[in-house]
């Protein structure tokens, strides 16, 4: 299989003049590989909110963190994972509230007794949902994720923080 193109990152913040610029442009690096081939590339996470965004170009690479699927405690994850034809992810369910974008290909969504397909334009709000994902096409699937750490809703085993699904990052 081919590696999954690289993603460009663009930071933006203000400089100590107060001018708004782009701080960082070049391809995100935080990309790891899962056993059924899916590669998911970190793109930022927060730890809190409101999220830090003080002015000045120096600042912590949020994006070049390690911290496993769920989103740190009060704050966000935001990756954009590339799924290979016939890569499933094994059963799992994050404390969180996930914005996802299917932004190319076709993948479906097995939950406990039905199935979602998404294509390249949906967008589904995921809350808390126990879950795998599977790309039963003959294409890659590429989709985007915002995590949003939620209150536990009490039922199974979730995903803990700093573990990513199938074990730890």
Partial sequence: MAPAP???RIVTGHGEDRV???IEDAPATNAKQAGSGAVSTL???TDRAPADIAIGEEFEDMG???IGTQPPPSGTRFAVIEFPPGAPTAMHRTESIDYVVCISGEIDMDMDD???TMRAGDVMVQRGTNHAWVNRSAEPARLAFVLIDAVPLGIGDPVAHGQSVGGRE
């Fill in 6 to 8: 690289r993603i460009r």
């Fill in 20 to 22: 708004a610029r782009a």
């Fill in 43 to 45: 793109i930022w996470s």
């Fill in 64 to 66: 070049a963190r390690i």
């Fill in 114 to 116: 039905s199935t979602v």
